[in-house]
């Protein structure tokens, strides 16, 4: 069994089964599944984001695997992507507690609490109107630079996604956001995966999601190119022959996904 727990559950829950009492967390339901519960409490005044795996069975997991799926076992995937990106200096969630219980991944039981992140935005709601009314210039560099950065050193400490869209950096709207004034924080890592080293093939994934996600914010192709330059951490050219086969897939696979949008929401078309 793993188990760790920071205030104000280690006070709590002392003396008490943690994996009893973090089922009796009460509060707004963000998914509900046969193997997974998502949701946001209070307690003593505070926020924070509990997520509970139960196990998925076997059955579940040779689905996804005879699909080439990683399957989710449980919610220590998301406390080694949290330790491996606080120690990488990557803003991300805090954990106040986690459990883990059981060697049969089928019925493994786990829980993850993490403290809420607010106030905040995502980028995929901040960017949103972007196409009708530009933002300022440096505001937009600032935040091409930061979800870079941000991507490129959670590549760097071995971390990959498996979800990673605008919609999971959030933006703390605490302060007014400037140029030069804002702080990123990349969330929803219960997919992520930890390893020595990032594969390429998951690296792409990574960066074709984060790439379509951004498809309609009015991205210019300077805006790529500098995105480009601050992820790899290289000179362009360099980058663009290195690089050449990724950035035609991502092209190629843009377009494709453009033109099915268009195709789906043109008028007259059946939804």
Known sequence: MKLFLSEPFKSLWQGKDPFAEVEKLQGQIYRELEGR???RTEVEGRGYFVKIHRG????????????????????GQEWTAIQRLTDAGVPTMTAVAFGERGANPATQHSFIVTEELAPTVSLEDFTADWLQQAPPPRLKRALIQRVAEMTGDMHRAGVN????????FL????????????????????RAQARTQVPRRWRDKDLAG????????GLSR?????????YFRQ????????????LDWLERRAARLQARFERKYAPGAQG
Not at 161 to 168: A, N
Not at 235 to 246: F, N, S, V, Y
């Open 222 to 230: 300077r805006d790529k190119l500098r995105f480009l330059r601050l």
């Open 37 to 39: 519960r998502t949701l």
């Open 235 to 246: 000179p362009l050219r360099q980058i663009l022959r290195e690089e050449a086969r990724l």
């Open 161 to 168: 996604h498996r979800d990673c869209y605008i919609c999971h």
């Open 56 to 75: 998925i069975g076997w059955s579940e997991i040779f689905k996804n695997i005879s699909t080439l799926k990683a399957p989710v076992i449980g919610a």
């Open 210 to 217: 984060l790439y379509f996600s951004a498809l309609n914010i």
């Open 171 to 190: 933006l703390h709207t605490d302060h007014p956001v400037t140029a030069n004034s804002l702080r990123l924080s990349l969330i929803d890592l219960h």
